[in-house]
């Protein structure tokens, strides 16, 4: 059978309905079969060693533990990124080259073993309480301020992903958007938008994404966060009165991948955004996470559709069955990848509302039960959360998923071919 979904934007907003999607977009998915929880130790050569110590005598006393364990866990070694750099080369650039403008080269680093550690620290909490002369410039047009109003939970799953999968990477990206530049380049394989180059170009121009074409499949491409990040760093590190409050280096990583899927029309300080598909006033909608999901992996994410829901944002039914769900879910998962799954609950005045979440592992229980290990990235505690399959599976509206476990059960139409469907749509409906 051929999917179905409408249009739902994460962090507790509104489910609108009015342009109906049916799949995202990328489809051919390349997923590796080795486990991201496996790093393999190997001992440090003298010129790593070199760096490990400079790194470690530049940590406070309480660091160096997580610092030394990220090497145990052979972490520091891991080279899966983009120019095949280290996690400790990427780390050591953070330490000993230039940050941007207010930026402390020690507390980036910091922040970074930090969330290599453990990325369940991630959060997407914000408070927005204004105490500054950005009061005055700012309040008349931003009615969303407010302690912890901020609607970047996909953002933070995408950054949860890739910290916990591509530790390397993860690091490079902090490297690169800390620095003066405020930007990261990588190369992409075209295929991983779209089955044709043409095809691929398309969205990169549709998500206003710079870029620059390398070779028949590979692109270069820039992300960026929006201009007035730092300006929100500095009024975060003001308003310390929370402790899981997003750090510096989750407000400037969110506020990029919000910027690439609203195609480069985020605003840190209102948490905002418009673009080109004027959908959401706030978050991102499905195929905006996907396609930031697609270029932050470098891989070719479907997002399969589960939810039915009517023109009033009610649930009328299911493309499958739970037990179809489950099964999907636990093949993912036994892949050793992740899955960024979008959850939907019911606020006091019955509308419903979307949150993105990351499902990381499972469990069965004594009675048969299965019991799902997730990231939720507005959670008090820096920990994982557990789900029962009774309370998560009704609530999945759409969920990352390989193309060859999905083909097992399923059918779905290409998902570019319904990216340019939905953008004509909405076209011709503005």
């Known amino acids: ?67 030394e364990n990220l090497n145990k866990q052979g972490i520091l070694t891991n080279r899966k990124s983009n120019d095949k750099s280290s996690t400790l080369e990427n780390l050591y650039k953070i330490l000993t080259t230039e940050r941007a403008a207010g930026l402390d080269n020690k507390l980036i680093l910091i922040e970074t073993i930090g969330h290599l550690n453990n990325p369940y620290r991630i959060s997407q909490k914000s408070d927005n309480n204004i105490i500054s002369y950005l009061e005055g410039l700012f309040l008349p047009i931003s009615h969303n301020y407010g302690a912890r109003g901020s609607s970047t939970c996909t953002a933070a799953c995408i950054e949860f992903d890739l910290a916990k999968q591509e530790p390397a990477e993860f690091a490079r990206f902090v490297s690169g958007l800390t620095s003066p530049s405020l930007a990261v380049e990588k190369i992409i394989d075209s295929d991983n938008l779209a089955d044709k180059t043409l095809d691929a170009i398309w969205l990169l121009n549709i998500f206003e994404i710079p870029y620059d074409e390398k070779d028949f499949n590979k692109i270069k491409i820039t ?117 960024v799954a979008g959850i939907t609950n019911k606020t006091k005045n019955k509308k419903l509302r979307g949150h993105e979440i990351v499902i990381t592992g499972a469990q069965t229980r004594k009675d048969g039960k299965t019991e799902f290990i997730c990231y939720n990235s507005d959670l008090e505690k820096n920990v994982p959360v557990i789900y029962t399959e009774d309370y998560l599976l009704p609530k999945i509206h759409h969920a990352g998923i390989p193309k060859e476990i999905v083909l097992k059960t399923m059918g779905f139409k290409e998902g570019w071919i319904m990216e340019l469907e939905n953008y004509r749509a909405l076209k011709d409906r503005s």
Do not use: H, W
């Open 223 to 339: 992300l960026k966060p929006d201009d007035k990040v730092l300006l929100k760093v500095g009024l975060n590190n003001q308003n310390l009165t929370n402790t899981k409050q997003r750090n510096t280096i989750d407000t400037i990583l969110q506020s990029t991948f919000m910027n690439v899927g609203s195609q480069q029309s985020y605003d840190s300080l209102t948490d905002r955004r418009s673009g080109n598909f004027k959908v959401t006033k706030r978050g991102l909608i499905e195929y905006e996470k996907t396609f930031v999901e697609s270029v932050v992996r470098n891989k070719n994410i479907i997002s399969v559709n589960y939810q039915k829901i009517n023109q009033d944002g009610e649930i009328t039914g299911y493309e499958t069955d739970f037990q179809t769900i489950k099964s999907q879910l636990l093949d993912t998962l036994n892949l050793g990848e992740n899955i």
């Open 1 to 67: 059978m051929l999917l179905s979904v409408s249009n739902i934007s994460q962090r507790n907003y509104t489910i609108i309905s009015r342009f109906p999607q049916k799949v995202n977009l990328s489809l051919q998915c390349r997923f590796c079969a080795q486990s991201p929880d496996r790093f393999t130790y190997s001992s440090l050569t003298p010129e790593e060693k070199e760096k490990f110590d400079k790194i470690s005598s530049a940590l406070p006393p309480q660091m160096i533990l997580e610092f």
